[in-house]
Every structure is written in structure tokens, then in C-alpha cells.
């Protein structure tokens, strides 16, 4: 958030010396009035040391003023432990980072046998602009003849919304497991989004959210600061419909990511914290949704300067990479 208080200015006008040369003119000032110090020349050892004695702890005590207590004194202004102490003081809490999870599809080669997947098989991307993100299986599961493929749980190895991946990014397996023909993350495959550790200014957004609270009432503020609180939503990423879209007494959220496609699994954990615990208002119908999509054909044409030069091992990677920067527009990478 951008900051344009100038609080030297506020402490200056105020009458208040706060650079070096005004502090020292103004000490000077005070020696002549005073007359307690003979020689304040600047060839005079012992003014020197006045001066270095006074000067440094004063400006010391000026910047921690002006850097530490002043601008921490508001929720605006205020920065890291004293976002937290504000937070409390509203009751809230800085969200953790957390790890995403969800199912990844590993299907056989053949129906006909027994396929076992170790606990801790590693499920990774292609580099995505440098970086390569990686899933475990949360535990050993023994695909049973008969069936061609299965969902297993899987874990990101690293917290952070960078793990939220769209679908068909997760397809690579490091390390081959017999019978195993291919992997991949399929649609509505994210269970939980990863998150990275709340930063001060989504604090400092539901810190406000707070103050509108006050009120008896479920209004967009009570259910905008339930829906926050779940892991992978900031406040600004919640859109209400009003005016009965269901029906008498009905509203609809709509949710949205800050990367990745968010699931229905996930969308039903978020439903079932606000209607079957009972986080709504008496007689309210709050139904949570995922954002809706539209899906378009985007044609890019790339232009390189001189094509000689480059490998076709090159142009592969050069428009990988294109991909993944256009995708991440999209909100299904964050990598760019």
C-alpha cells in the first residue's frame, strides 16, 4: 500500500530539529545563549566531542521515532509484529502459509493388474520460468486390477499459492513406477489451495473489514471476513450477488484465487464452515461459488529477431515459456 506521509515533515513543522545540520546549528545556539562552553570553534577538542555525544544519540532517537513508534502508531502506516498487535486487538490472527493439496490421476497401462504407488512418489511440472514445482503422494495405494486409473492424495512438497496450478501441469513422473502409464492433475483436482503466510496488507484489509462488524446484522462484511479466514482467500478476491438469486432470503459468493483454478471440493468445505456450522445469519441462505469462466482461442505469434541462431531444442523451450507467461495472466501460474 502506497504510503505518502511525510512524518519528518509533521515533526519539522512542529518545530522539532530532525536533520544532522539543524541539530547541530540549534545545539550551537543554545551553547551561545547559554555560555557555558567557551570555545565552540571547530578546532576545539572538547566541543567536537559535545557535539558527536549529543548529535548521533539525538538523530538515533529521531529516526527510531519516525521509523519505529510514529508510523506504527496507525494501522495504515504500521508495518510487520505491529500489523499483529493491531490484528489482535480485532481479534484476527496472521494466516500461516499453507501446503496445497488435492488428488493427481495416475492411470495404468493396463487394467489387468495390480499397480502399487509408493507413499512420497513425486509428481512434477516442466521448469516454469526456472522452476520446477513438485506433489508427493501422501500415502501408499495399491490400484487394484480391473480399474484403469485412480485419484491419489498428494501433497506440495513447499508452501505457497505457486503450487495452485492449473490443470495438466502436474504430469511428469521423476521416477518411473512399473504399470504406471501416465500422471496428471485433472480439473476440480485441488482439495486445498496452497497459500503463502498472509503479508501485511491482507492483514491490514481484514483488520478494516472488522470495524463493520459492529452491527447485529450478517452483512457482506461478517460473511466477506468468514470466507477470509479460510486459507487461500484474501478479502478482495470475495464477490457478492444480493437481491435473490436463489430465492426469497438468498445470496451468492463468488470466489476466486489468487492462482489456480479454484475446486468444487474446496468450494464445499468453504459452504459447509458457512451453512452447516452454522457461521449465517438467522434465515440467511449463503451459497458460496467459484468465480465463473469463459474459455476463448488466443492465437500469439511470437517474433524472434534472428531464428539462425537458435536450436529447435530453444524454440521448443522459447515457446514453452511464452505459454506459461500468457497462462499466468490467467491467473493459472504466478510465476511472471
Known amino acids: 500500500m502506497q504510503n505518502n506521509i511525510d512524518f519528518k515533515k509533521i515533526l519539522r513543522e512542529s518545530g522539532m530539529p530532525v536533520d544532522e545540520q539543524t541539530v547541530r546549528d540549534t545545539l550551537q545556539q543554545a551553547a551561545d545563549d547559554e555560555k ?8 576545539s577538542p572538547f566541543w567536537r566531542i ?45 494466516k500461516s502459509a499453507t501446503r496445497a493439496a488435492g488428488k493427481i490421476t495416475f492411470t495404468k497401462a493396463s487394467p489387468d493388474n495390480n499397480v502399487t504407488v509408493p507413499a512420497g512418489t513425486l509428481i512434477q511440472t516442466e521448469r516454469i520460468n526456472g522452476v520446477i ?89 461478517v460473511y ?7 486459507a487461500g482467500l484474501t478479502i478482495d478476491r ?23 483454478v479454484i475446486s468444487q471440493p474446496y468450494i464445499d468445505q468453504v459452504n459447509d464452515y458457512i451453512m452447516s456450522q452454522g457461521h449465517h445469519g438467522h434465515g440467511d441462505d449463503m451459497c458460496c461459488f467459484a468465480m465463473p469462466e ?20 530453444d524454440i521448443s523451450h522459447l515457446k514453452s515459456g511464452v505459454e506459461n507467461l500468457i497462462r499466468c495472466a490467467f491467473r493459472e501460474n504466478d510465476n511472471y
Open 36 to 43: 557555558l562552553v567557551t570555545n565552540t570553534s571547530r578546532m
Open 50 to 94: 559535545v557535539q558527536l555525544l549529543v548529535i548521533k544519540p539525538y538523530l538515533w532517537i529521531v529516526d527510531a521515532l519516525l521509523n519505529n513508534v510514529i508510523s506504527n502508531l496507525f494501522l495504515m502506516t504500521a508495518s510487520g509484529p505491529f500489523v499483529d498487535l493491531f490484528a489482535a486487538a480485532l481479534k484476527l490472527t496472521r
Open 133 to 221: 514445482y513438485t506433489v508427493a503422494t501422501d500415502k501408499q495405494v495399491v490400484i487394484p486390477a480391473g480399474t484403469r486409473s485412480a485419484l491419489i492424495d498428494a501433497t506440495a512438497t513447499d508452501s505457497g499459492t505457486a503450487f495452485n496450478l492449473a490443470p495438466g501441469y502436474y504430469q511428469i513422473l521423476p521416477k518411473a513406477i512399473d504399470g504406471i502409464a501416465s500422471v496428471r492433475n485433472d480439473d476440480n483436482w485441488l482439495t486445498m489451495p496452497g497459500a503463502n503466510q498472509e503479508n501485511d496488507d491482507e492483514l491490514k484489509d481484514r483488520c478494516r473489514n472488522q470495524f463493520n462488524l459492529a452491527g447485529s446484522y450478517h452483512t457482506d462484511a
Open 224 to 230: 466477506r471476513s468468514l470466507i477470509a479466514a479460510q
Open 238 to 260: 470475495i464477490f457478492f450477488l444480493h437481491d435473490a438469486p436463489r430465492g426469497p432470503g438468498t445470496a451468492n459468493a463468488y470466489l476466486l484465487l489468487d492462482t489456480g
Open 294 to 313: 469463459t474459455h476463448h482461442d488466443l492465437t500469439v505469434t511470437v517474433y524472434v529477431k534472428n531464428l539462425s541462431n537458435i536450436s529447435n531444442d
